[in-house]
């Protein structure tokens, strides 16, 4: 079992930056692949970016690209993704999963465990 809980959501102006973090637990962390994804009101939720557990593969959606980073800290069971250059298409409740086989996917099908989610809103 992996329990995610996200933090690092807010409030904040267009061209502002956010680090979300999302800290897990069970043993099996270090060897999952963790995957961002997001969701506004009214849309399916939707792949942002993920990497894999040798933290040496990562991928992002293309409005993410070049603006979000993923990470990991292995030692901390902690994935984050920071988010700079933030518009108000951004906003969003950003989840946090896991896929307990270490290698990256882009489908919310391809994710074992899911946390609760942190709102995060761009205002213009």
């Known amino acids: 079992q992996v329990q995610l809980v996200e933090s690092g959501g807010g409030l904040v102006q267009a061209g502002g930056s956010l680090r979300l973090s999302c800290a897990a637990s069970?043993?099996?962390?270090?060897?999952?692949?963790m995957g961002w994804f997001r969701q506004a009101p009214g849309k399916e939720r939707d792949f942002v970016a993920t990497?894999?557990?040798?933290?040496?593969?990562?991928y992002y959606a293309d409005s993410a690209k070049g603006r979000f980073t993923i990470s990991r800290d292995n030692a901390k069971n902690t994935v984050y993704l920071q988010m700079n250059s933030l518009i108000p298409e951004d906003t969003a409740v950003y989840y946090c999963?896991?896929?307990?086989?270490?290698?990256?996917?882009?489908?919310?099908?391809?994710?074992?465990?899911w946390g609760q989610g942190t709102q995060v809103t761009v205002s213009s």
């Open positions: 990497i894999d557990w040798t933290r040496t593969n990562t």
């Open positions: 999963a896991a896929r307990i086989r270490g290698t990256i996917r882009t489908g919310r099908d391809d994710y074992d465990y």
């Open positions: 069970g043993r099996t962390f270090s060897s999952s692949a």
